[in-house]
């Protein structure tokens, strides 16, 4: 399959997967592996010692996958800029999933602090991909500021739910179509990131679908079958729909009876 740029890097899968909620770190190892992921993300805050974390960071390197570190959980713009400068100096990367939370009920990010903690970021030199609602302005104030990755969601975070405005995610591709968009959050079936992709969406990110499956590895192979159909698929470009049926089959020269 056909890779895609983060920030000037060739990235081969299609499929971003987290490293959060697993049952057991090894099945969150074998899980990450059965994905063909190139990148996992990761969350400073989510440690809780100095051993846990150390030996979660060790499980991480061992993948030797390109790590995304987020802002999971924040909910101020100072919050949301100390963590991610922590994050670099942890991760030694200036890449960071931005995430900023404006609603406790759905998990909605905050679109106001979202702008202001990505020109900040920015201007420090981080390479900032913002999570975001699938609001077209909102991903146009984004691209304004020098964001060169764009991460709308499907859903809110964890409901499993799918697409919910797929006309939404169709406008965003169509009016920022040198950026790399990413569907980040809600997606629950392997058929939801096929559906993404078809779209013209880069990519997916999903943590929930994976860690939360009865078989989080088998879901893994799951989930990587399906980016792959689903890119395919864009690349082939769908029939077009039609309201009255046609032959698949040609007639010309099918013998047909006389009855006397």
């Not at 056909?2 to 099945?27: C, K, M, N």
């Not at 202001?116 to 390479?127: N, P, R, S």
């Not at 991903?139 to 964001?147: E, N, P, S, V």
Request: hydrophobic residues 40%.
């Amino acid at each position: 399959m056909d890779s895609f740029t983060l920030y000037g890097e060739q990235i081969r899968s299609r499929l971003l997967i987290g490293s959060a909620l697993y049952p057991s770190p090894s099945i969150m190892t074998e899980s990450i592996v059965a994905s063909g992921a190139d990148i996992v993300t990761v969350s400073l805050r989510r440690q809780q010692s100095a051993q846990a974390g150390d030996d979660f960071w060790q499980l991480i390197k061992n993948t030797g996958l390109k790590v995304l570190p987020n802002t999971a959980g924040c909910h101020s713009v100072k919050e949301a800029v100390t963590l991610a400068q922590m994050c670099r100096e942890v991760f030694a990367t200036d890449w960071i999933k931005l995430e900023l939370i404006g609603d406790e009920y759905n998990l909605q990010p905050d679109p106001f602090a979202l702008l202001e903690a990505t020109k900040i970021l920015l201007d420090e030199g981080f390479k900032v991909l913002p999570y975001c609602t699938d609001d077209l302005v909102l991903c146009q104030r984004l691209a304004d500021l020098g964001c060169e990755v764009l991460m709308p969601w499907g859903a809110p975070i964890g409901t499993g739910k799918g697409l919910l405005n797929p006309y939404n995610l169709r406008m965003i591709r169509e009016r920022l179509p040198s950026h790399t968009l990413i569907v980040d959050a809600g997606l629950g079936l392997p058929s939801h990131a096929c559906q993404a992709l078809e779209l013209g969406y880069d990519a997916v990110l999903l943590n929930s679908a994976i860690a939360g499956a009865g078989c989080p590895v088998t879901m893994s192979h799951a989930f990587r079958s399906a980016v792959e159909a689903g890119r395919y698929s864009y690349l082939a470009k769908a029939m077009p729909e039609k309201d009255v049926a046609s032959p698949s089959t040609p007639t010309m020269g099918m013998p047909f009876w006389h009855q006397n």
